[in-house]
């Protein structure tokens, strides 16, 4: 993005400087990033590079030690509740009770995000993840892709601006990785913001609007899609990241 | 307000559910209370004089070592299945979460001391007098759940947990063993409630001084 579109960019994620240490560790340094509204982001990287401790430090779960970042225009530091009611967040946890149904499960998240009109966004939810006809059985007898599913119906409850997803795929057989894709490019024909990490260059690649690459707690690099293929891709992130 | 009482029921309700379905918890602390309880009985083989003084100490150590077990379990559970980074993420004010697990672990105590209660009565043939040790379980258990949710949620996160817990836990909450014991020992020495009131209001200003200072810092226990 060139600085004159910049200035004029309403951007839904801002992160400005972010570092975080753990101890002496340096796990982010000095993060540069924005995403627009409706943007799909893919950012890549290998492990250990800084991608989960960047996105739970925009799901407030973790406090940076430096610099500051905005979550719908909303400040990490101090406005952590109002935050975690306007992003949706999908790890490769599922974040589930195993012991409640799928159905239970969003019911008690959608009391939580204070969801109107439960039993039809349950209803809805459920059919666009492809889990209607098991909703009533208890989630531990879901197979993994399943419960990723649900974990992204979940996150959906509450239509949040944000969705940030740490690994989605991860532990998934094809099948389960290719039906997740087709719900995750529902989301950006939607116009969903969406900042997804991961280490595997095929996944995100055709949905995603933008890219950059994560590296040794640095932004290494950033560009439009479109720009590139795959090919040029992978390329990219061998010279940053030394693999791929 | 409202929508901070209906996420503390919702989380309640929720941990009352799984509960219900695997008894992971109810399980664990009830059978270990039970084998604790039948070796303090066969050991002992008290005459009915010395039975009411010990009685009570027996009850509240069995207590409070089954308490810890279920408190562990409680945000331990949550935190290697992931479950607690979904509630942890959800807009809750994180003292709803901790009054919801508090309540959560008190009902869990209160339901192991209704089982074991009338069984230890029985088999050491010793009167119950139910109505004033009504009082006295409560606002014991209470103070215990109180200040054991904080510290069993600050445990969690260390690598010895199981045995950080007791550590942490019981130096803090001696007090309301001692008043307890204490209360439970006039009691089950036939004396009515008005003698125990001291003893009573000792547990009333412990409950309540933990419970707000536990609400309070509870947000802080929980980050990482």
Do not use: C
């Not at chain 1, 306007?86 to 995000?113: C, K, M, W």
């Not at chain 2, 479950?83 to 959800?90: F, I, T, Y």
């Not at chain 2, 759940?145 to 007791?166: D, H, K, N, W, Y």
């Amino acid at each position: 993005m060139n600085s004159g579109a910049e200035q004029q960019i309403q951007w839904e994620v801002e992160v400005k400087g972010l570092s975080k240490y753990f101890g002496p560790r340096p796990a982010l340094r000095g993060i540069n990033l924005g995403i627009a509204r409706g943007e799909f982001l893919a950012l890549f990287g290998p492990n250990g590079a800084g991608k989960t401790t960047l996105i739970r430090i925009l799901a407030t779960l973790l406090p940076p030690t430096a610099g500051t970042a905005k979550v719908a225009g909303k400040d990490i530091r101090r406005e952590g509740e109002g935050i975690r009611g306007l992003i949706g967040f999908v790890s490769h946890l599922p974040l589930l009770y195993d012991n409640l149904t799928a159905r239970e499960n969003l019911s008690f998240f959608g009391r939580l995000y204070s969801v109107l009109d439960l039993e039809a966004r349950g209803d809805e939810l459920l059919e666009e993840v492809g889990l209607t006809h098991r909703q009533h059985d208890l989630v531990r007898t879901y197979s993994r892709g399943m419960q990723q599913r649900l974990a992204l119906a979940r996150a959906l409850l509450h239509d949040p601006a944000v969705l940030l997803l740490d690994e989605p795929y991860s532990g998934l057989d094809p099948q389960a990785v290719e039906r997740l894709q087709e719900v995750l490019a529902g989301l950006a024909r939607r116009n969903k913001t969406v900042l997804l990490a991961t280490h595997n260059l095929e996944e995100g690649f055709e949905i995603s609007h933008r890219l950059a690459i994560l590296a040794q707690g640095r932004i290494v690099w950033e560009g439009e899609r479109d720009a590139l293929d795959r090919q040029e891709l992978r390329a990219l992130y061998r010279q940053y990241a030394g693999a791929g | 307000m409202i929508g901070f009482i209906s996420k503390v029921f919702a989380i309640l309700g929720k941990d009352l559910t799984a509960e219900i379905r695997s008894r992971e918890i109810l399980s664990g602390m009830f059978i270990f209370a039970l084998l604790v309880i039948l070796i303090f009985n066969f050991a002992f083989e008290l005459q009915r004089g010395e039975l009411a003084s010990l009685a009570a100490g027996v009850l509240w150590v069995t207590f409070a070592f089954a308490g810890v077990l279920g408190l562990n379990r409680s945000f331990v559970l949550e935190k290697d299945r992931g479950s607690l980074e979904g509630l942890l993420l959800s807009p809750v004010d994180r003292g709803a979460i901790y009054l919801a697990k508090m309540l959560g672990n008190l009902i869990f105590i209160l339901v192991t001391e209704a089982i074991l209660v009338p069984l230890f009565a029985f088999v050491s043939n010793l009167a119950l007098p139910l109505l004033p040790l009504l009082p006295v379980l409560l606002l014991g258990s209470l103070g215990f759940s109180a200040v054991g949710t904080v510290f069993a949620a600050m445990a969690t996160s260390t690598r010895t947990r199981e045995i950080m817990l007791p550590i942490l836990l019981f130096p803090v909450v001696v007090p309301v063993v001692i008043a307890a014991v204490k209360a439970t020992e006039v009691v089950f020495g036939g004396r009515d409630l008005s003698s125990v009131a001291d003893w009573l209001r000792i547990l009333i200003a412990f409950d309540v001084i933990f419970t707000v200072v536990s609400f309070l810092t509870f947000e802080y226990v929980i980050s990482e």
